[in-house]
């Protein structure tokens, strides 16, 4: 051999060494150990668990069509020549979904208390693996991990009232939450320009309320210009039944939001005895906050609402219902005897009282049937419910102030937690966005705990939660575009410990994940240009 041949042969045999002893494990874990060595899998590797537990069974199927997918393989459920372990324990200790990672060249070991911190677990294991497998090999470091989540809101919400994405995408989008550990799915259902849940009870929501007859082209604010096509779509009951069953099984809970009272034109336009006036209401064509809303002044409309949620919450388990709450005019209200005389009569203050009144109802009603109601921080307005959460989108304000009153908060300020505003200052080169400019670094920066609290007004802070509204997200690449890579950061700043956030080294691990989701498939600003 010559020298320069060898020399070569060092030169692949360190750089293949490096590259497998880099952790790239976005969010980054509370504690990686690196302890030397190459564990490798392939075809005749093994996942073994508990058969009779049928969560570990679900995750174990999940990892399997995950390296089906990307490697062609699978793992045996017979002894091969090493193993991937997963063990329910309770001597884990690290919370509701923490996990460890144990490893030698033979064996590693995913250990949690609970399923979610197995799932949680083997999330971490994938993105030990490279992209591409060499020889059918997959060589990953022997590492120890043990980690656990700051924070139990990890969420990320989608508009699909704006714009309409197929059972499909929707799955597809739970899949990209689940592989960062994102664990709530805030599902944006209502909207003044489209219903997009079917509620048995009242079946114009999904004849009329579904459909616009145009949107408006280009940016609402300076456009005059309409496409002149129809646009609608909804999820059948049984559709929703099958993307909570899909979520739940990747450990997300699907927080559903019904808007109330305002940004609701679209079901007056159904049922037009809802709202002040009486109508004529049409499903909204252009994005903006719009007037009608529904009287508060009438009974018909809190019977109407209680009717929906009690379908709502056959549908979804979660604890939580999300009301809306936000951007809710008083016009109507003002104008609508009706409505003057209730606020007369329970010996309100003014229309932002008779908004508090209508919150707390629903408070009330979505308590007796052992909820909790979260809405946008608007429903500071007035006076909170006795039990609201509140979503603190206008900044941070609200969610402090809430804190402060003792309740609990997520926040979800638009400074910096606004998926739907732009990724550069080159918007030239950018697809039109609502405005803003937020980009990767100023996303990762964020902290949840804002310093104006004091250690025991920060329990009340359950985490965060990024948003994308889709106004000017019409297709599901553009929806991926504008997640990814900034749910990369959402991730790590709700589950990583604050100490160990580090903007460089998160580019760093950031330079594998491109490489990742083009492999699986998912669109994302790429930074690396
Ligand atoms: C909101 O962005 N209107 C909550
Ligand atoms: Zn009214």
């Not at 091969?80 to 144990?102: A, Q, R």
């Not at 006036?277 to 719009?290: A, D, L, N, R, S």
């Not at 629903?362 to 979503?391: C, F, H, Q, S």
Request: glycine residues 8%; proline residues 5%; aromatic residues 12%.
């Amino acid at each position: 051999m010559s020298l320069r041949v060898t020399f070569t042969a060092i030169v692949i045999m360190f750089s293949l060494l490096a590259s497998a002893q880099t952790v790239s494990i976005i969010p980054q874990p509370s504690k990686v150990t690196i302890k030397g060595g190459e564990f490798v899998i392939n075809k005749d590797c093994s996942l073994l668990f508990d058969q009779n537990n049928s969560d570990l069974s679900g995750i174990a199927g999940l990892f399997n069509d995950y390296l089906k997918n990307l490697y062609g393989f699978s793992l045996l459920q017979s002894v091969g020549s090493s193993s991937i372990k997963l063990v329910i324990s309770d001597k884990v200790g690290l919370g509701n979904e923490g996990y460890t990672i144990e490893m030698d060249g033979k064996k590693a070991t995913i250990t949690s208390s609970t399923p979610a911190g197995i799932f949680y677990g083997v999330q971490s294991f994938k993105q030990l693996l490279p992209v591409k497998p060499e020889a059918g090999n997959l060589a990953i470091p022997v590492v120890e991990i043990e980690d656990q989540p700051t924070f139990s809101w990890r969420g990320n919400m989608l508009d699909v009232g704006r714009h309409f994405f197929p059972v499909s995408f929707i799955k597809k989008y739970i899949d990209i939450l689940a592989m960062y550990k994102i664990n709530v799915f805030h599902w944006h259902l209502t909207e003044d320009q489209g219903w997009r849940i079917e509620i048995k009870k009242y079946p114009k929501l999904t004849e009329v309320s579904h459909w616009r007859e145009q949107t408006v082209v280009g940016h609402a604010r300076d456009s005059k210009e309409y496409d002149g096509r129809g646009y609608g779509g909804f999820y059948t009951q049984e559709q929703i039944k099958e993307i909570v069953k899909y979520a739940a099984e990747r450990y997300i809970t699907v927080v559903p939001e019904i808007e109330m009272p305002g940004h609701t034109s679209a079901v007056l336009a159904a049922y037009p005895n809802l709202g002040c006036t009486g109508g004529p209401y049409k499903v909204q064509e252009i994005w903006g906050v719009h007037g009608d809303v529904y009287c508060a002044g009438n009974e018909e409309t809190f019977k109407f609402l209680e009717d929906v949620l009690d379908e709502v919450c056959e549908l979804f388990p979660s604890e939580f219902i999300h009301i809306g709450g936000d951007e809710c005019p008083k016009g109507a209200w003002e104008e609508c005897p009706k409505c003057q005389k209730r606020i007369k009569e329970e010996g309100l203050a003014d229309e932002h009282e008779l908004q508090s009144y209508f919150i707390k109802r629903m408070e009330k009603y979505l308590d007796n049937k052992g909820r909790r109601l979260i809405g946008w921080d608007e429903i500071l307005e007035g006076g909170l419910p006795p039990k609201a959460t509140v979503m603190s989108w206008r900044g941070e304000k609200g969610g402090i102030e809430a804190a402060k009153q003792h309740h609990d908060v997520v926040m979800s300020p638009t400074t910096h937690l606004y998926f739907d505003y732009y990724q550069s200052e080159d918007r030239d080169n950018e697809p039109l966005a609502i405005g803003g400019f937020l980009p990767l670094e100023k996303v990762y920066s964020y902290n949840p705990l804002p310093e104006e609290l004091s250690a025991e007004e920060k329990k009340h802070v359950l985490g965060a939660q990024a948003n994308v509204w889709t106004e000017y997200i019409p297709s599901t690449s553009h929806a991926e575009y504008m997640l990814l890579p900034r749910l990369c950061a959402l991730s790590e700043l709700t589950w990583t410990p604050a100490e160990l956030k580090n903007f460089e080294d998160f580019q760093k691990r950031m330079e594998k994940h491109y490489s990742r989701l083009e492999a699986l498939g998912i669109n994302f600003k790429d930074y690396r240009k």
